[in-house]
């Protein structure tokens, strides 16, 4: 009995040998080892090792995600899992969850095959892990010649399966993806069309092409597209928050928000969805259920200005300006560079009528753009020029408006403001040509010129708009 069993290990071992020099699998290969219990990888590595395969091991997935980004030489990895008991370790189904977040955020297109490898499980244990994306199970302990086998098995579909289909794709993604950049959608969506066909609907190019209806306006085709993803994976994130994001766009702020929500299900630390969500609150006007959501968002991604931006005006318009002022203030501290920063930090001065303050704000945002280098922001001389002629310092005001104007010679919201300031301070003479300049840049100013009540006296020199 010995004698066959060693035969038979004998005979598994040349047929390994044969098939591994049919494939030419390449020296530079590597098995990428992610186990939490050491004892098992150094088992592993060591199988590996005689089959004449290299490996390396990891002991964080962050680390191993960006190794797959930068080298492209591990064809497949052997991950600890221990269903039956919790760990923080991150491997198992956790690593699975965690790897398909990592391809779809990166698009990350190449397929490497993961085996998870175990003392034991059960059958409840094993359908969620091959939905999650696990491509075989490896039960230890276990001999060189099964290791052998498993890893040929999948080695040998992601040579002569996948990479086949990527090398007839390939070309024709990279044509699709220069054809988004240079905003030809229609002609994305067609090639995207023509890899389906030919090989079907993979998820990632699924969610090209939904992307690019969903920017040439084709809501429904988007939707489509996207609920495809999700009939496939039903936890696709990505897919979820494109079926959000067409529905947002179509003013359905209901449905985006259940999409989000989902989403948010998914993935708890996900902060701009919560963004999202708080912008369909907005849409809806009920400012509570926006700042909640804008809160948890801004907490999650201090240095995201559109965030911070948008829960400060709520604090503001809610007669919170000092809460939205700090909240300003610490987005500074991180992010001083950021002269959106700055123009909102001195704006949101003005409205709560602190003006001198708002001042030394553009001095301090015009300091730091010449520290880094940055063309003055117009904006910011505009905010300058505001605060100055809310003290009726109107000399003053002009002055820095015509600072604005020598950046951005047709700026019309600074041609507007001169003439105001103008008006405001008695001077008549200019102030109708003044204005008559402003609306030949922008027409649309005539509707903010007729709300504007100081304005009144000059309301019947320019017909209302319709």
């Not at 969903?214 to 609920?227: H, P, T, V």
């Amino acid at each position: 009995m010995a004698d066959s069993s060693a035969n038979e290990t004998l005979k598994k071992m040349r047929k390994w040998q044969k098939t591994k020099a049919e494939l030419a699998l390449q020296t530079n290969w590597k098995v990428g080892l992610f186990f939490h219990l050491k004892p098992k990888a150094a088992e592993m590595a060591k199988f590996l090792k005689e089959l004449g395969l290299r490996t390396v091991y990891f002991s964080n997935s962050q680390v191993l995600f960006q190794y797959l980004l930068e080298k492209r030489d591990i064809r497949m990895i052997l991950c600890d899992w221990e269903p039956q008991k919790t760990s923080d370790s991150g491997t198992g189904t956790d690593f699975l969850i965690n790897y398909k977040k990592f391809a779809q955020e990166k698009s990350f297109t190449q397929d490497v095959p993961i085996i998870l490898v175990t003392f034991h499980f059960t059958g409840k244990d094993l359908m969620p892990a091959i939905r999650l994306g696990a491509r075989d199970i490896l039960i230890m302990p276990t001999t060189i010649d099964i290791v052998g086998e498993k890893v040929l098995a999948n080695i040998n579909k992601t040579v002569e399966e996948k990479s086949k289909t990527l090398q007839n794709t390939e070309p024709l993604m990279d044509k699709a993806e220069e054809l988004i950049r240079t905003g030809n959608y229609r002609a994305a969506i067609k090639i995207y069309q023509e890899v389906i066909d030919e090989h079907g609907g993979a998820v990632d190019v699924l969610e090209k092409q939904a992307e690019a209806h969903l920017r040439a306006g084709q809501m429904d085709s988007a939707i489509s597209c996207f609920k495809q993803c999700v009939e496939i994976e039903k936890g696709n994130a990505r897919a979820l928050q494109g079926l959000g994001n067409c529905y947002y766009q179509m003013g359905s702020y209901r449905q985006a928000r259940e999409f989000f929500k989902k989403v948010v299900e998914l993935e708890p630390e996900n902060g701009f969805v919560d963004h999202k969500i708080g912008r369909t609150y907005m849409e809806e006007n009920n400012m509570k259920g926006a700042e909640r959501h804008l809160e948890i968002a801004a907490e999650r991604n201090p240095s995201f200005f559109e965030i911070i931006e948008d829960l400060a005006m709520i604090k503001c318009d809610h007669d919170n300006a000092d809460q939205a002022l700090k909240i300003l203030e610490k987005f500074l501290e991180t992010c001083p560079e950021d002269m959106r920063g700055h123009i909102e930090y001195a704006e949101t001065l003005i409205k709560a009528g602190k003006y001198e303050k708002a001042e030394r704000a553009v001095r301090e945002g015009l300091s730091q753009a010449e520290k880094d280098k940055y063309e003055p922001p117009v904006a910011l001389y505009n905010r300058w020029g505001i605060a100055l002629r809310k003290q009726e310092k109107y000399l003053e005001a002009i002055e820095k408006y015509g600072i604005a104007l020598r950046i951005e010679p047709n700026n019309p919201e600074i041609h507007f403001n001169i003439a105001k300031a103008r008006f405001e301070s008695g001077e008549r003479e200019l102030v109708l040509e003044k204005f008559k300049e402003c609306f030949e840049i922008d027409p649309s100013l005539k509707e903010e010129f007729w709300d504007d009540k100081l304005l009144s006296p000059l309301h019947e020199y320019f017909p209302k708009p319709d």
